[in-house]
């Protein structure tokens, strides 16, 4: 051979890992030089040594220390589930692990307790994006259990910022004492006053009197009882624990005799007095899509009741006012549903399309992001927000006309589900959620197994726990493309078409199973926004039977009557209007 004179080639094989984990996951699979079993409940994981030492301290302390473990061939394990120690096997040697609401808690603990670090931060990743006022304070207490100090503080800022909210949920009142002896002892709680402070603290004590009514005294202390109001403090001294304690009448008591003294040193010397500041919830609504002199629209428009006008832009209470984002697919005769700070847009009609797609916008990120599609196309369908979960009905599409479908979206899993179909097909319906019921009202189908379409009047509700459709009382008269809220627990509809521009609202109160006629409307319109903001119902845009509109009126609930509202900045005809927190 002649002599060789080229310089050094470094040959890189960059699939070597990936081809050597695959064998010795066949060899795993198939029992092959495995020299540990670990022992979890009744089922023996066969694994090998090093593999698992290279991933985890907790194992590479236990098999390379002086542990009566690091000679033993079957490996006890204590406390831990074992499909999350069967999950985390597999994951060392393939690097894939499927995290769902079902197994994230399981493979948190198990990662933290064995040291599995980036499955413990991605766990952690998993529940920080499925926070919301139903699940926070669970998943407040379960970092606290692991450790898992940035899922702490970020669940525990969320109950802070939405404590309001949270407060009315079950979650808050099974809380243990010491979570809510922390929250109350947070210099900002974001809530109307107070009085809804202390309101939420009555109710955790009456959940189980018995067993609570020794923090009573403790928890009272922590309320600031200098900011209640004299009314609420006088009806406190009657609940039943205050009543039975001594130390808690004094408290209130002297609170009582100090919010209405006149001698300012009383109040400023009350224990108390600066401990908190109360941030309330800012509320705006958002103008989204819809059409406006022949062009479908992709622009978003501000209300802000501060203000008292509608802008382009948007800031929360410390920033600087800044552009409101558009949405990504321009759109009329959407859904849309909000809460707290968080915003779904789906389905409705594009210039040329009937549309699948939902869109999320999530503030202060101002941001609109696509999320998973529907399992079809949907216009002049309705969304709702049942236990968190956006929920959407009906609607049309030209491949199977008009719809009683109905499906569910999991933000968890990103993934919509197809539900308990409705017993009308109905598009351009309105539709509410009041705690776990959802509500169809109207809009234009029939009856499925019925091929005739009409104008509907009729009204069915879905029950979450037993997954069933039952009529209820329908409306006094057929409408479709009309507004539908909820307010307290009362569904007001509010305007709409059945072959004439209705200006008539109603309302229906589920506890009495009755419609009642409410003041029409100063206009006729159909296809426009509609939402609530404080004590106030607004409707907004559509069109009238002779031009599409850009003026606003809102209902007074508690005066019952109609008042105009600030004009948006264009007319929109198929838009949504939602209510956001910023």
Wanted: some cysteine; charged content about 20%.
């Amino acid at each position: 051979m002649e002599q060789i004179t080229s310089k050094p080639f470094v040959y890189h094989n960059r699939d070597s890992l990936d081809e050597a984990f695959q064998c010795l996951a066949e060899f795993r699979d198939n029992g092959l030089l495995c020299d540990v079993l670990l022992c979890v409940e009744n089922r023996e994981i066969p694994a090998h040594r090093v593999i698992l030492a290279a991933s985890s301290p907790y194992f590479k302390a236990m098999f390379l220390g002086n542990l009566s473990e690091s000679k033993q061939h079957r490996v006890a394990l204590y406390e831990i589930d074992a499909s999350a120690i069967e999950m985390l096997v597999e994951f060392v040697y393939t690097g894939v692990l499927k995290i769902e609401k079902c197994n994230v808690h399981s493979l948190l603990y198990a990662s933290a307790v064995l040291q599995f670090e980036k499955v413990r931060k991605a766990c952690c990743e998993f529940l920080l994006r499925a926070l919301n006022i139903y699940n926070c304070l669970g998943i407040r207490s379960l970092a606290e259990t692991l450790s898992c100090h940035e899922l702490f503080a970020t669940a525990h800022q969320f109950v802070v910022d939405h404590f309001g909210d949270v407060a009315k949920h079950d979650e808050f009142l099974k809380q243990p004492f010491e979570s809510l002896k922390c929250l109350l002892d947070s210099r900002f709680l974001n809530a109307s006053s107070e009085d809804e402070v202390f309101s939420g603290v009555l109710k955790w004590l009456n959940f189980s009197p018995v067993k609570r009514r020794t923090f009573a005294s403790s928890l009272i202390n922590q309320c600031c009882l200098m900011k209640i109001s004299p009314d609420f403090l006088r009806r406190i001294l009657r609940d039943s624990i205050v009543e039975a304690s001594c130390e808690c009448r004094k408290l209130i008591l002297k609170a009582l005799e100090t919010v209405q003294s006149t001698n300012l040193q009383d109040v400023y010397e009350f224990p108390g007095i600066s401990h908190r500041s109360l941030r309330t919830g800012h509320e705006v609504m958002l103008a989204i899509g819809g059409e406006s002199d022949g062009m479908t629209l992709d622009s978003c428009q501000c209300f802000n009741p501060k203000c008292n006008s509608w802008t382009w832009e948007i800031s929360g209470r410390c920033g600087d006012p800044m552009p409101l984002a558009n949405i990504n697919d321009g759109r009329t005769f959407m859904g849309v549903t909000s809460s707290g700070h968080h915003t779904y847009v789906v389905g409705g009609h594009s210039s040329w399309n009937i549309l699948d797609s939902l869109e999320h916008y999530e503030w202060p990120g101002n941001k609109w992001c696509h999320l998973s599609p529907l399992h079809m196309e949907r216009m002049g369908a309705s969304a709702v927000l049942l236990d968190a979960h956006p929920v959407v009905l009906g609607g049309y599409n030209r491949t199977s006309g008009y719809l009683s479908s109905v499906e569910m979206y999991d933000p968890l899993i990103d993934n919509w589900t197809l539900v308990s179909s409705m017993r009308s097909r109905r598009s351009y319906l309105g539709a509410v959620a009041i705690g776990k019921t959802v509500y169809a009202i109207g809009g234009f189908g029939g009856e499925c197994g019925n091929l005739s379409n009409d104008w509907l009047m009729s009204v069915e509700k879905l029950d979450s726990q037993s997954g069933e459709w039952l009529s209820v009382t329908t409306m006094s008269q057929p409408r479709a493309y009309f507004g539908a809220v909820q307010k307290e627990g009362v569904v007001y509809v509010i305007g709409g078409y059945n072959q004439s521009w209705l200006n008539t609202a109603e309302r229906f109160d589920p506890r009495e199973g009755r419609w009642y006629n409410i003041p029409a409307m100063k206009s006729p319109r159909s296809s426009a926004g509609a939402s609530v903001l404080g004590n106030n119902l607004f409707i907004a845009g559509g069109f009238n039977g002779m031009r599409n509109l850009n003026t606003v009126e809102c209902f007074d609930t508690r005066a019952g009557k109609w008042m105009d509202a600030p004009s948006m900045q264009n007319t929109r005809y198929g838009m949504a209007l939602t209510t956001l927190q910023i």
